[in-house]
């Protein structure tokens, strides 16, 4: 039995900022071929073969843990009545079980909130799509997963062959005594002025002074609430819509190798390019540059600091600039200097940030930052570029394609997140129909996008 995890204050705030129409989740589409099955597709017999994966991968029975007395964020306990049928699900498309239909199922499931009462992930089986292939959808609270965390459970439902054996049981995580929860709930909660004033200040010190520096040679990132006001930033409801898109790797490192710049700038120079796009034709681009939020991953092997360890740094994307080469120089330099500027800033800021704060403050940020987003965004989009799990096989059926989502936020109506996969680049665009109700015209413009950057590489 392991033992048990608080959920950091960066975990907690996932559950904290959660609204009706903000659902925080991470999840993916993940697209199989049936017939590498050995011995055939069966609901029941797949549903089998993942439970068992599922018994050996213990963040997937444990759920957050309050209490009464506990004064510090919740612990992650195993859910002694976890029943694998709450979460996996079965459902088909409507005919004729294209791309459309499946954008517009994954786009309702997309939206629909997760239990907080059992461990909070469900995965739904689709089966119906043309040619005979299948579907998974496999979705994770944020609280339980960052990006990296999420590629490492899915990697684990996976394996390398389609008639891999089972792993090997491994047992979750018992819940603590109330009185042990309450002792350590109150030796955290005391710690935080200590906290507050050894680390939290001094940190946050050192990255105003630092930004100032930048700032005054033109090398900082963008600064936060600098964005242009969109439509990607208008009131969220609770409907959610998805596209998706596949690039050739080999394509973009073409133009990667040419113009002398990194696969992340091509991937993040067509993104802007999408958004540009679909804003001009619209009479609605702005002047200014969009500035798009880039996640960064500060997991380290020897830090145990929850389950999201991720900043971030904010990169405007040249949208101001017609030609998709002067672009993507542009791009590349100011995400240079975006790169070394949040590189500079202490990687834990964030989460001993959050580890100070409760629901209640919170709660509070929360209508303030609602507020301020009225006049002002904090950025336009969310731009996401990683290498992608190892999904070979999903329960003996061979994945053909693998398309992530983040989460879509106040004051941020769009997120790409981007997966490099196989030899593959899979793009995959979430949103809300009340702003972008045709998300699939941005999601067909990476491939006229990458075109043009060939057709200048020659």
């Known amino acids: ?34 017939a590498s099955i050995p011995g055939g597709y069966r609901y029941d017999r797949f549903r089998d073969a993942l439970s068992e994966r ?14 009464f007395g506990n004064l510090d964020h919740p612990v992650w306990v195993e859910d002694v009545d976890f029943d694998i049928d709450r979460h996996v699900h079965r459902i088909s498309l409507r005919t004729p079980g294209g791309r459309a239909e ?50 490492n459970l899915l990697s684990q439902l996976c394996s390398a062959e389609p008639d891999s054996p089972p792993p090997e049981p491994v047992a979750a995580t018992a819940a603590p005594t109330p009185l042990r929860l309450a002792v350590s709930g109150l030796a955290r909660f005391a710690s935080r002025p200590l906290l507050l004033v050894v680390t939290v200040l001094p940190a946050a010190i050192r990255a105003v002074v630092d930004t100032i520096r930048r700032a005054a040679r033109g090398r900082a990132m963008a600064a936060p609430f600098t964005a242009p006001r969109t439509r990607l930033n208008g009131r969220l409801t609770a409907q959610r819509n998805v596209a998706f898109a596949r690039l050739d790797l080999d394509d973009i490192k073409k ?31 702005p002047t200014p540059s969009l500035v798009a939020l880039v996640p960064v991953s500060v997991h380290a092997p020897s830090l145990d600091r929850g389950r999201n360890q991720v900043s971030g740094m904010f990169a405007r994307l040249q949208t101001q600039l017609a030609d998709p080469v002067t672009r993507l120089r542009a791009l590349a330099e100011v995400t240079a200097d975006a790169k070394e500027h949040a590189a500079a800033i202490d990687a ?11 629901p209640i403050a919170l709660g509070v940020a929360k209508r303030v930052y609602a507020r301020l987003t009225q006049f002002r965004p904090m950025y336009n989009l969310v731009v996401s570029n990683v290498p992608g799990p190892r999904t070979d096989y999903f329960c003996g059926a ?19 997140t981007m997966w490099s996969i196989n030899g593959k680049l899979h793009v ?8 972008l109700p045709d998300l699939s015209e941005l999601a067909d413009g990476f491939a006229t996008g990458l075109k043009e950057l060939l057709a200048e590489v020659g």
């Open 255 to 285: 133009v990667k190798n040419h113009f002398g710049v990194s696969v992340n700038d091509v991937a993040m120079t067509l993104a802007g390019g999408v958004v540009r796009h679909y804003l001009l034709d619209r009479g609605e681009l």
């Open 348 to 358: 834990t800021l964030l989460q001993d940030f959050s580890q100070l704060t409760g």
């Open 428 to 435: 995959s665009l979430i949103s809300c129909p009340a702003l």
């Open 54 to 67: 599922v018994r050996a991968t213990p963040p997937l029975r444990e759920k957050p843990s309050e209490r």
């Open 102 to 151: 499946l954008r517009e199922l994954v786009g309702h499931l997309a939206g629909l909130p997760l239990d907080r009462r059992r461990p909070m992930w469900e995965l739904w089986v689709i089966e119906g799509l043309d040619g005979g292939r299948l579907a998974i959808l496999f979705k994770v609270h944020h609280s339980a997963a960052d990006g990296v965390t999420y590629a």
């Open 398 to 416: 061979e994945v053909l394609a693998a398309y992530p989502f983040g989460p879509v936020m106040h004051g941020c109506g769009l997120n790409i």
């Open 1 to 34: 039995m392991r033992r048990s995890q608080r959920l950091s204050g960066l975990d907690a705030s996932m559950l904290y900022l959660e609204t009706a129409t903000q659902p925080l989740q991470v999840f993916s589409v993940l697209e199989l071929d049936p």
